[in-house]
Structure formats: structure tokens, C-alpha cells
């Protein structure tokens, strides 16, 4: 049922009631002919000035040309539109708006009143425009009316409405329309309504949509539904979602569908789970193309208690090797995953803290990771900073990851911190001697006397000092790169951290001061509660969100080069001009409604660009064209 607005339909009353005085009046004072029909929906009663309540009726005036009383007589027949002169029209009544101004404006559909009947019978064309607020409003027993062809043609962002509650009263049937952006787009928290006979449904290609977010939402009964063919184009990371206790409720016979581009994906939770069981459900040939990377970060995170170094023999890539009695991998060049390390998250990182997942440098390039003080990769690189004739500095890892670096002796107050960039932590040719240097972009890269090479990016000394010294309640979250995300009384900002740790000035208090010109030279500084300070630039929030955003440029194909800079501008080469990007601190929140994608946007000025997240924040970067390609250089 349409709702008209209360002073709408007050207007059309009057106007209907004005019309029926003007043509009744004309029957008693007018001598000449007039042929007038006056009709009303229904009989019913008018009110008087005086108040005195009359019944009226439909009545046809006599046309003798004098005054003459006339009999009421009821009709039957079509009510007939006049104009404001009682004259017949075809006029369609006029809407008016709230203010009484004609519009063409529709009043809007209240779906919350709509029943499964209600929902079935809405077109195609009007499920493609229903909103993610519309969505939300229908109540959980409606949305059981949408058919597989209406959820197809639901737009992903409209998706965002659904809620846990409404996606379990979807018919098995109808899930099968759902694509892989729409359920990209779907809020993590209504995955948890899936049930087992959904989730059979969902086409196979639909399931490369859900992230590891959405995989962690589903009930243990609904991830037993999981078929092989959907298992297999779950992508790497959406893999990290499932926890322990969800693998235990797949199917045996599912696992053999793992392969090379998603079994590297699974936690170290999950890893630590498998058993020989598991292992030989596996299929051989997928795990022989594994990389460096899926090797390690498979093989160095199983239980060593249930699988052997014997019993991984077989599934090795060639060029790989295990010494079956201490456990050493022997691994060719290129990247490698090292065991993350654990994090009771509540006792060692209070509730204002966000931390990515950082290796555990205790660990070692053995199966499991097993280690002692002469194989850990912490050994190493202090072992490494003797060798290279550093030995005034010892590298320490802290509870919540940090990697400190602290002078002694003649360096004593020189200390720094740092986290390894695990996209850039790969192995190196036997002949490549231990080192220290410096990139183009201003990383720091060590390279131990155990063969690995890490790029270190500079980060905050204690993520949860840092978080005491915020305002009362307020936020840090740090990413992969060092990207740290700091919530102040009156704005949030994203920057990269300097990696010395230095004394504050005596008179300074705690806290985190903006010093500089916004959008120039802006500097953050960082006072902990125990007299050090550090530094903080402003940077890009997501570096991965960045890059996504910028591969889905219309013009993606002519940005050849791109790198990010220590300072936290990031360098691109499109075409042959060489510009930088330099980010402005402030993260503007609720810029606009959650998205499916980041997104780019160059401003009208041309020297400024936006990038907006999945969560509708903004942030602005200044550009700036530095040279040519010849001037360009890689990390």
C-alpha cells in the first residue's frame, strides 16, 4: 500500500471538497445551461462552518434555465476530474509536495511492510535498484521471497544491507544467484547466517567473493557443507579465516581440493592441527608447485609431534630439501614465510590496539620452526651485526612484535625500532655475503649470516605505551608496512613512524603533537610516558588498498612503476613522467558510504588525488611531478 503524505492528502481533499461548493453553488444561482457532473468516491458527510454535520449526495441540476429546486438522486456513474470551474477535464490530479508544491516525486515504498509474496513479486528491474537501507528495512521472513534471478540482479552495494538474520531465511534456491562481487560486498557478521543447505547452493565461482572475514563468520555445521569445488576457488587469504575448530568440520575428502594457490593461505592454528590424516588427503602434485613462500609457511608451522621431517619428504617441490634428523629445510632463492608470532591479545596488547600478524623471530627455517639459541633467526641477526662490525647493538623482539635495536657502550641512548616487511623477506644466494645497506626509498635491508634478507620498516616503539598516551578511549591500529593509524581528541591521522627513539625534552608532556603546515610539512610527535619521543610522517593508511584502487584505474596500464618511500610518499612512473605522491595526514571518517572497492580520484585542480577505502574514508595526496623515467629508480 502506497503512503501519501499527511499534507498531501489534506491538499487533494480540499481540492475535491472546493470543486463539489463551486459545482453545487452554480445549480442554485446560474440561469443558463450548464451540463455538470459532480461526483465523489462515496457518499459520506461534510461539515458546515457552523459544525453541523450534512450527508451529501451525488446530484445532476436541472437545465429549465430558472432557478428550480432539485430531487438528490444517487449514480453510479464514473467519477469524472473537473477543473476548478466544474468543468470536465482529463487533467491528472496534481501531487504536491509537503510545502503543497506541485512534484513528480513518487512517495517511498515502506518495505519494512512488505511479506515474502510482497518481495517475489517485485520486477527485476526494481530489485536492481533496491538500496542497502531498503535491504535492511525488509523484515527477515520477507527477504524468504527472493527468487535465485532477483538476487542476481541485487546490486552489490545493496548487499551491504543484509543482515545474519535475513540471510538464514534465504531458500536454498535462491542463494544460487548470488556472484562473487555481491558476496565480495556482503557485511563479514551475515555470513554467520549461512546454513549448511545455503552454502551446498552457492555456486563454486561465487565463493572466490568471500574473505577471510566472512569464512571466520560461518558456523561450524555450515563450513561441513563446503563442497570441493567451491573449497578450490577459495583464494589464499580468505583461507586465513578459517579457524581450528571450523577445519576439524571439513570433509576429508574436500582437502584433496587444496591447491598450490590457496593451501598456503590456512593460519598456523590451523596448520598446527594437521595430522597424517590430513596430510596424506592432500594432493601431491598441487604441493609440488608451491613457491618459497607456501612451502615455509606450511611446512615451518605443523606440529612436529604428529608429522615428521621424513613424512614431508615427498610432497617437496624439486629443488627442496629436508635433513630427516635435525629438520633443516634447504630452500631455493626467493620469498619465505616465516612462523607468526602468538599474542595473547589479553594480557599483552590492551583493547585500543590493532597489530598486523608479525613473524616470530625465536623460529627458525626448520620443519615447525622448531628452534634452539644457534638456529633462531633472532640469533642470527645479532650474530649478523658482529660480523658486519656492529657489535655495540643488540636485537631484541618484543611481546607485541617490535623489533628493537639497542646501542651499548659507546652507542648507549642510540636505540631504534623496526618491524620486517614480510612481503620482502626472502632467502639469498649462498655467495651473498652478510650486509647492511640502504634502498632508494630509505628502507633499512639486513642480510643475515644464515642466508635471509629483511627489509626493515620503522615502526613504533610499544604500540600499547602508544595507545596509553592517546586521549581516554582513543585507537591505534598498525598495518603490514608500518602504516600507523592514531585516533587524537580531534582528528585521525596516518603515518609512518622515524625509527630512533629519542629523549623527549624535559618539559614535555605525554601525548602526540601535530607540528607544521597541513598538507606541507606536517609532523607528528609522540611523547611516551617515560621521557622518549618519536616521529611520525604522514602516509597512505593501506598500502594494499592503495595499489588495488590504482589497478582499477581506467588508465591502470600506464602506471609502469610504483614504490613507497620510508618518508611515506609513494613514487610512480606513468608513462615517462615520474611524480610523487605525498599523503596529508587526516583520515576523513563517514566521507561517504561503505564501498566495495577503494577507490582513486584526481581532483579538479590536478595537483591533489583522493583515495576513499572500503569504509568511505578519505584521504588526500598532494602530487607532484619530480622528472622523466630516466630519473626513476627501484627499490
Known amino acids: 500500500m502506497k503512503h501519501i503524505h499527511l499534507n498531501v492528502l489534506s491538499s487533494a481533499i480540499l481540492l475535491a471538497l472546493g470543486n463539489s461548493a463551486l459545482a453545487v453553488d452554480a445549480t442554485v444561482t446560474t440561469s443558463t445551461t450548464v451540463n455538470v457532473t459532480v461526483t465523489a468516491p462515496k457518499p459520506e458527510t461534510t461539515t458546515t462552518t457552523s459544525g453541523t454535520t450534512t450527508p451529501t449526495t451525488t446530484t445532476t441540476p436541472t437545465t429549465t434555465g430558472t432557478t428550480t429546486p432539485t430531487t438528490p438522486t444517487t449514480t453510479t456513474t464514473k467519477p469524472v476530474v473537473t477543473d476548478s470551474t466544474a468543468t470536465p477535464s482529463t487533467t491528472k490530479p496534481v501531487v504536491t509536495d509537503v510545502l503543497g508544491t506541485p512534484t513528480t516525486t513518487k512517495p517511498a515504498v515502506d518495505y519494512s511492510k512488505f511479506d515474502a509474496k510482497a518481495v517475489t513479486a517485485l520486477s527485476l528491474d526494481d530489485v536492481s535498484k533496491l538500496t542497502a537501507k531498503q535491504i535492511a528495512a525488509l523484515k527477515p521472513d520477507a527477504v524468504a521471497g527472493f527468487t535465485a534471478a532477483q538476487i542476481k540482479n541485487i546490486n552489490p552495494d545493496a548487499i551491504k544491507g543484509f543482515t545474519a538474520e535475513q540471510i538464514a531465511k534465504l531458500t536454498p534456491e535462491a542463494v544460487k544467484g548470488f556472484l562473487a562481487e555481491q558476496l565480495r560486498a556482503l557485511d563479514p557478521n551475515a555470513a554467520k547466517g549461512f546454513t549448511p543447505a545455503q552454502i551446498k547452493n552457492i555456486k563454486p565461482e561465487a565463493f572466490r567473493g568471500f574473505n577471510a572475514k566472512h569464512i571466520n563468520k560461518l558456523s561450524n ?45 590456512l593460519s598456523r592454528e590451523v596448520l598446527f592441527a594437521f595430522g597424517l590424516d590430513i596430510l596424506t588427503h592432500l594432493d601431491i602434485k598441487e604441493l609440488k608447485k608451491l613457491t618459497s613462500v607456501d612451502v615455509t609457511a606450511i611446512f615451518l608451522n605443523i606440529d612436529t609431534s604428529k608429522i615428521k621431517a621424513k613424512d614431508i619428504k615427498v610432497y617437496l617441490p624439486e629443488g627442496y630439501s629436508v635433513n630427516e634428523g635435525t629438520g633443516k629445510l634447504t630452500l631455493p632463492v626467493g620469498k619465505v614465510t616465516l612462523p607468526p608470532l602468538t599474542v595473547n591479545i589479553n594480557t599483552t596488547i590492551n583493547v585500543n590496539v590493532e597489530l598486523p600478524s608479525l613473524p616470530d623471530l625465536n623460529t627458525s627455517l626448520n620443519v615447525g620452526g622448531t628452534s634452539d639459541q644457534k638456529t633462531d633467526i633472532l640469533t642470527q641477526l645479532n650474530q649478523t651485526l658482529v660480523q658486519i662490525n656492529y657489535p655495540q647493538f643488540t636485537v631484541s623482539q618484543t611481546d607485541s612484535g617490535i623489533m628493537k635495536v639497542a646501542g651499548t657502550g659507546s652507542s648507549k641512548g642510540v636505540d631504534l625500532a623496526f618491524i620486517p616487511d614480510q612481503d620482502k623477506t626472502e632467502t639469498v644466494a649462498s655467495d651473498v655475503a652478510p650486509g647492511l645497506y640502504t634502498t632508494s626509498g630509505g628502507h633499512l635491508v639486513l642480510v643475515t649470516t644464515g642466508g635471509i634478507k629483511f627489509t626493515l620498516i620503522a615502526a613504533p616503539q610499544d ?23 592514531l585516533e587524537l581528541s580531534d582528528r585521525v591521522i596516518s603515518g609512518l613512524f622515524d625509527a630512533f627513539v629519542e629523549p623527549a625534552p624535559k618539559d614535555a608532556k605525554p601525548g602526540v603533537t601535530v607540528q607544521g603546515t597541513p598538507g606541507v610539512d606536517e609532523v607528528a610527535v609522540v611523547v611516551y610516558e617515560d621521557g622518549t619521543q618519536q616521529k611520525m610522517r604522514p602516509c597512505v593508511q593501506d598500502q594494499d588498498g592503495l595499489v588495488t584502487a590504482k589497478n582499477f584505474l581506467s588508465d591502470a596500464s600506464k602506471y609502469l612503476k610504483y614504490k613507497f618511500s620510508a618518508d611515506g610518499n609513494i613514487h610512480f612512473l606513468y608513462g615517462d613522467v615520474y611524480f610523487i605522491s605525498k599523503p596529508t595526514f587526516d583520515i576523513q571518517i563517514n566521507y561517504t558510504v561503505p564501498q566495495a572497492r577503494p577507490v582513486i580520484n584526481v581532483l579538479s585542480d590536478g595537483k591533489q588525488a583522493e583515495v576513499i577505502n572500503e569504509d568511505g574514508e578519505r584521504q588526500v595526496f598532494n602530487l607532484e611531478v619530480v622528472g622523466t623515467s630516466s630519473s626513476y629508480q627501484d627499490e
Open 221 to 265: 555445521d555450515a563450513v561441513s557443507a563446503i563442497t570441493p569445488e567451491q573449497f578450490s576457488l577459495l583464494t589464499r587469504s580468505a583461507m586465513a579465516g578459517f579457524s581450528a575448530a571450523q577445519f576439524k568440520n571439513i570433509r576429508l575428502e574436500v582437502l584433496s581440493s587444496l591447491n598450490a594457490s590457496n593451501i598456503g593461505g
Open 463 to 485: 604500540p600499547v605505551r602508544l595507545a596509553n598516551v592517546l586521549p581516554k578511549g582513543k585507537k591505534v591500529k598498525m598495518g603490514k608496512k608500518g602504516e600507523t593509524r
